[in-house]
């Protein structure tokens, strides 16, 4: 199974960004799929995830700002962030799972003007 994320990039403050996250090597359909994050320094934190029958889970500092979706068939996950700050700067990783955990290689997001 391979995880490839696509969509990463500069945006200014209040700007927009769509991630995308396509999976491949398996046609199952994953449980959960979702994103997370890791800034310099830190810890990798929660975004958001999304299950098959579409509950989500967002973490603190994105709910209300960001938007996960997913397409079952074709095992793809979404992230749209709007309002971006620049904490939301960090390398997003794709996520899924199906018994066990899959992590995509992560793309990186700099919010800055």
């Known amino acids: 199974v391979q995880l490839a994320e696509s969509g990463g990039g500069l945006v200014q403050p209040g700007e927009s960004l769509r991630l995308s996250c396509a999976a491949s090597?398996?046609?199952?359909?994953?449980?959960?799929m979702g994103w997370y994050r890791q800034a310099p320094g830190k810890q990798r934190e929660l975004v958001a995830l999304?299950?098959?029958?579409?509950?989500?889970r967002y973490g603190d500092s994105v709910k209300g700002r960001f938007t996960i979706s997913r397409d079952n068939p074709t095992n793809t996950v979404y992230l749209q962030m709007n309002s971006m700050k620049p904490e939301d700067t960090a390398v997003y990783y794709c996520h899924a799972e199906l018994g066990i955990a899959f992590w995509g290689q992560g793309t990186q997001v700099t919010v800055s003007s």
């Open positions: 090597g398996t046609r199952l359909t994953f449980n959960t």
């Open positions: 999304i299950t098959t029958d579409g509950n989500t």
